[in-house]
Nanobody, 122 residues
Framework: QLRLVESGGGLVQPGESLRLSCAAS????????IGWFRQVPGMEREGLTC???????PYYESDLPRFIIRTDAAKKTVYLDIERLMPEDTAVYYC????????????????WGQGTQVTVSS
């Protein structure tokens, strides 16, 4: 039912900020918890942050302070704002959706986008 498409990646300079987008279609975004992950070749997919509602109350969780998640319900889009980009931030960034709740683990999500590449280099 739900489809997710990431965008906004590309080549950026160290120290810059970047906004990634996760556009949802096919279902109501508010029915899902949305998480952002990233993956470097040879490494596990790393959970960054997640946003959801629990009993009607917005819930926000962020494991790293430079990664900020925002939602525009009207546009059915979830954003990831990354501050002070570093070369080690180079990765493929994914958004994912869960019908249940936020999780830091890949197996907690039922739907995934295809990812968007972020390369940080001078």
């Amino acid at each position: 039912q739900l489809r997710l498409v990431e965008s906004g990646g590309g080549l950026v300079q160290p120290g810059e900020s970047l906004r990634l987008s996760c556009a949802a279609s096919g279902s109501t975004l508010s029915d899902y918890a949305i998480g952002w992950f990233r993956q470097v070749p040879g490494m596990e997919r790393e959970g960054l942050t997640c946003i959801s509602e629990a009993d009607g109350v917005p819930y926000y969780e962020s494991d790293l302070p430079r990664f900020i998640i925002r939602t525009d319900a009207a546009k059915k889009t979830v954003y990831l704002d990354i501050e002070r980009l570093m070369p080690e931030d180079t990765a493929v960034y994914y958004c994912a959706a869960s019908r249940q709740f936020c999780s830091a683990y890949v197996d907690g999500y039922e739907y995934w986008g295809q990812g968007t590449q972020v390369t940080v280099s001078s």
